[in-house]
Every structure is written in structure tokens, then in C-alpha cells.
């Protein structure tokens, strides 16, 4: 078919493929820093700390104030909306810090989970209305990335054709509207972890979801060298008692990879979806040494798997500043070099960092 009505100018493309080559250059991920009020309530609470405006503020105002040098780790920033508009303790807009740094400045643009009629509790995304309006004010207000979560979950009858459709197109049209007001889009089909099926079942339904996806984009006309991809790495269930290594799980996970992902995706940057921040560290340095052809950058995009540690060391005390700092730049360091395939685990790794970070149902 002709190619009568392009949607993007080549200005357009040449902006969104330069933001997204950047976020992934050299080893670099993405901090997912997005948690939305209630979700950063559960963390709050895991560490005993009041959900305030003002303690959300701080803790991440440790975060971002780091040595500049976590740019050579960190690409990119999600934020969700309040932070975007937050600033530290001398009044400088914490999206200004980050730019500052050289750090990518994105935006979670989903707006939680609606059930999906007649199916087994399934879920679609919403935040569609008025999305080119609060992208473009976004675009405005300096950021450069945007994010949406759409979550399947393996169960019975699940995920159903319906709730793969229907979240590989939402995801979709996001995308699109996205990319017309400059944003890099990240697309997250995320298949949650929930479940006791073992990897080769988890292996089948990400490349089902994949599969949907990319034909999604495609019907949409999203210029793949503009938008990153999100997705969960092929595990068994968390309930389930068949145990894999790193190398099994990475096999797994660049195959479902390379039978869904056109070439064109500048890079994938996983969700951690609650493995340990080790376990999320070790699979991803066996993802990038797995000997398969592998066309893109294959990075992080990690929230609880980058922070826990950081929020174990603050428990809410600013003298605990230093040792946040510390713990956080430890993970991002890590998190490069599995990037790079160059991650050795020294075995010296603190308490936090190998604990599991899974909880049921993630939903937010
Ligand atoms: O699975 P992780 O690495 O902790 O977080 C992945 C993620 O998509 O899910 C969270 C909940 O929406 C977001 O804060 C984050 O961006």
C-alpha cells in the first residue's frame, strides 16, 4: 500500500530516534522512579515511613541529587506527574537536576488498570482521554520519554485473546500519540509474575504478547526507531518450584525476543517485576552475554530492583543521605555492567539487594 499520509515528519523521527538511542547509549538504563502515591506508600511502609508528599520528595530528592557520574549508568528518569513538578531543598525543579546531569526526563502516562468485561478479572489501561494534551504539556515542561504499563497475567483461560488485543492496541494508539508530540514512547506489556507455571509456559505467552504487540505498532504506523520496549523477562511463575539459572532464564528470554522484536527497536529496557535486586542484575548480564543474535541494547528500566537497597539504607533519616547514595549508585554501577555483559558479583552484596521484591498481583 502507498505511503499517502506519513505521520511523522523526518525532523520528528530523526528527534525521537536520537532521544531514544540516547537513553540506552553505552551500558546506560533507565531509573523508573514512577511510582505512583499509593505504590510508593507500600514502599514507604515497608521501611515504616509516613506516605507524605513531602517524605516522597525527599527520598527522591536523595536520589537525584547524586555524583553526576550515575550518568554514565542512568539514561533516563521516569517520574510520575507530582515529582515532575517537585524541587529539592533549594528550590531547583528536580527535572532541572536531572538535565543538568545529561539524564533523559520521562513521564508515566497511564492511568491505572479498568476490568475487562466477561474475562477472568482481566484488566485493560486507561489514560487515553486527553493524552495528546498532557503529552504535549509535558513535552513543554521538559520531558522527552513517556511510559505506560499495561499488565497480563498467566491463569486460567489467561491472558485471553481479548486482553491481549485489547492492551497490545491501547498500547498502540498510546504510542502514536506519544511519538506526534515528540515523546519517546515506552511500551510496557508487562506479563506479570503471579502464578506457578514454569518458564516455557511464560516463554509462550510473551511471545503471544509480543507478537500482538508489534503488530499493533505496526497497524498505528509507530516508528519503531523512536520507542523503547518494557517487557518482563521469561521467569517461571513466583509460585512455582522448578528453579532456573540465569543462563536458562536468558536463553528463554531473547528467543521470545528474537522471534518478536523487529530489529528496527533501538533498545529493551526489563522491568524488574519483583525478582531481587541481584536476580534482576544476574539475568541481565546473562541476557546480554546469551551467544543468539541479539539487534538491540538490551538494559534496564527497574524500579523496585534499583531502589530497595537505597530505601533500606533512608528509613526516613536525612543523616542516612551518604549510605542511600551509596546503596542506589551501587545498583545503577551493577546494572551497567550487565548491560554490558561485564557484571561479576563479588558476593559482598547487602541484605536488601537479595531479598524478593514480588508482590502479588502488582497492580497500582
Ligand atoms: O517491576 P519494577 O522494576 O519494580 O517496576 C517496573 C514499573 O513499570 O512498575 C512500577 C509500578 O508501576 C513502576 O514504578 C515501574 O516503572
Given at each position: 500500500m502507498a505511503y499517502q499520509f506519513p505521520a511523522l515528519?523526518?525532523?520528528?523521527?530523526?528527534?525521537?530516534?536520537?532521544?531514544a538511542q540516547r537513553i540506552v547509549a553505552n551500558g546506560k538504563g533507565i531509573l523508573a522512579a514512577d511510582e505512583s502515591v499509593g505504590t510508593m506508600g507500600s514502599r514507604l511502609q515497608r521501611i515504616k515511613v509516613e506516605n507524605t508528599e513531602e517524605n516522597r520528595r525527599q527520598f527522591r530528592e536523595i536520589l537525584f541529587t547524586v555524583d553526576d557520574s550515575v550518568s554514565r549508568s542512568i539514561g533516563g528518569v521516569i517520574l510520575f506527574r507530582e515529582t515532575l513538578y517537585q524541587k529539592d531543598s533549594q528550590g531547583k525543579l528536580f527535572r532541572d537536576i536531572l538535565k543538568e546531569k545529561g539524564i533523559v526526563v520521562g513521564i508515566k502516562l497511564d492511568q491505572g488498570g479498568a476490568p475487562l468485561a466477561g474475562t477472568n478479572k482481566e484488566t485493560t489501561i486507561q489514560g487515553l482521554d486527553g493524552l495528546s494534551e498532557r503529552c504535549a504539556q509535558y513535552k513543554k515542561d521538559g520531558a522527552d520519554f513517556g511510559k505506560w504499563r499495561a499488565v497480563l497475567k498467566i491463569d486460567n483461560q489467561c491472558p485471553s485473546h481479548l486482553a491481549i488485543q485489547e492492551n497490545a492496541n491501547t498500547l498502540a494508539r498510546y504510542a502514536s500519540i506519544c511519538q506526534k508530540n515528540g515523546?519517546?514512547?515506552?511500551?510496557?506489556?508487562?506479563?506479570?509474575?503471579d502464578g506457578d507455571h514454569d518458564m516455557e509456559h511464560c516463554q509462550y505467552v510473551t511471545e503471544?504478547?509480543?507478537?500482538?504487540?508489534?503488530?499493533?505498532?505496526?497497524?498505528?504506523?509507530?516508528?519503531?526507531?523512536?520507542?523503547?520496549?518494557k517487557p518482563n523477562m521469561v521467569t517461571a511463575g513466583h509460585a512455582s518450584t522448578k528453579k532456573y539459572t540465569p543462563e536458562?532464564?536468558?536463553?528463554?528470554?531473547?528467543?521470545a525476543l528474537y522471534r518478536t522484536v523487529p530489529a528496527a527497536v533501538p533498545g529493551i529496557c526489563f522491568l524488574s517485576g519483583g525478582m531481587?535486586?541481584?536476580?534482576?542484575?544476574?539475568?541481565?548480564?546473562?541476557?546480554?552475554?546469551?551467544?543468539?543474535?541479539?539487534?538491540?541494547?538490551?538494559?534496564?528500566?527497574?524500579?523496585?530492583?534499583?531502589?530497595a537497597s537505597a530505601l533500606a539504607a533512608w528509613g526516613g533519616k536525612a543523616a542516612n543521605k551518604k549510605a542511600t547514595q551509596e546503596a542506589f549508585m551501587k545498583r545503577a554501577l551493577a546494572n551497567c555492567q550487565a548491560a554490558k555483559g561485564q557484571y561479576v558479583h563479588t558476593g559482598s552484596s547487602g541484605a536488601a539487594s537479595t531479598q524478593s521484591l514480588f508482590t502479588a498481583c502488582y497492580t497500582y
Open positions: 515528519t523526518s525532523e520528528q523521527k530523526k528527534e525521537l530516534s536520537e532521544i515523546l519517546v514512547p515506552i511500551v510496557e506489556p508487562e506479563v506479570i509474575a503471544k504478547v509480543l507478537a500482538a504487540v508489534y503488530k499493533a505498532l505496526n497497524d498505528h504506523h509507530v516508528y519503531l526507531e523512536g520507542t523503547l520496549l536458562q532464564v536468558a536463553m528463554a528470554t531473547v528467543t531481587s535486586e541481584e536476580d534482576a542484575t544476574l539475568n541481565l548480564n546473562a541476557i546480554n552475554l546469551c551467544p543468539l543474535p541479539k539487534p538491540w541494547k538490551l538494559s534496564f528500566s527497574y524500579g523496585r530492583a534499583l531502589q
